[in-house]
């Protein structure tokens, strides 16, 4: 398990621009098809926005056509942590960064093998780090 980072609430404020705190910290989505990650098709690490955890590597990304960037597995498990999410009258299983608790997204049952599962996160939650 990596090490946790514990920040006040005024501390994220300071640190992320006020769209990355609307959903890293209070559990905001950006709008389908506007995210700057969804069509990067560089080769690299998907870092969290918040802390820098490393959490998908490019080779796990595919298009799913929902209009966020979509991965199929994490770097490590224990980089992800998922709960449940009833808001929006739905049940549903969100993600956050193991290590700053920041909302990434939402993990769905209907993505490619070999694991079947789509990891639907934010770009605003995302950085992205190249390795060419």
Same mark, same amino acid.
Request: hydrophobic content about 30%; charged content about 30%.
């Given at each position: 398990m990596t090490e946790r980072i514990e920040k006040t609430d005024e501390e994220?404020?300071?640190q992320l621009p006020p769209e990355r705190y609307q959903v890293l910290r209070l559990k905001g989505t950006?709008?389908?098809?506007? &995210?700057?990650?969804?069509h990067n098709k560089e080769k690299g690490i998907y870092v969290c926005a918040g802390c820098g955890a490393e959490l998908f590597r490019s080779d796990a990304k595919y298009d799913s056509r929902c209009g966020w960037p979509s991965f199929f597995i994490p770097i490590s498990d224990d980089m992800i942590e998922e709960r449940r999410d009833?808001?929006? &009258?739905?049940?549903?299983?969100?993600?956050?960064?193991?290590?700053c608790g920041g909302h990434l997204g939402h993990?769905?049952?209907d993505g490619?093998?070999?694991t079947?599962?789509?990891?639907?996160?934010?770009? +605003?939650? +995302?950085?992205?780090?190249?390795?060419?």
């Amino acid at each position: 398990m990596t090490e946790r980072i514990e920040k006040t609430d005024e501390e994220w404020k300071a640190q992320l621009p006020p769209e990355r705190y609307q959903v890293l910290r209070l559990k905001g989505t950006e709008r389908p098809f506007t &995210g700057r990650l969804l069509h990067n098709k560089e080769k690299g690490i998907y870092v969290c926005a918040g802390c820098g955890a490393e959490l998908f590597r490019s080779d796990a990304k595919y298009d799913s056509r929902c209009g966020w960037p979509s991965f199929f597995i994490p770097i490590s498990d224990d980089m992800i942590e998922e709960r449940r999410d009833e808001s929006h &009258g739905t049940v549903r299983t969100e993600i956050v960064c193991a290590r700053c608790g920041g909302h990434l997204g939402h993990v769905f049952g209907d993505g490619p093998d070999p694991t079947g599962r789509r990891y639907c996160v934010n770009s +605003l939650s +995302l950085d992205f780090m190249n390795k060419d």
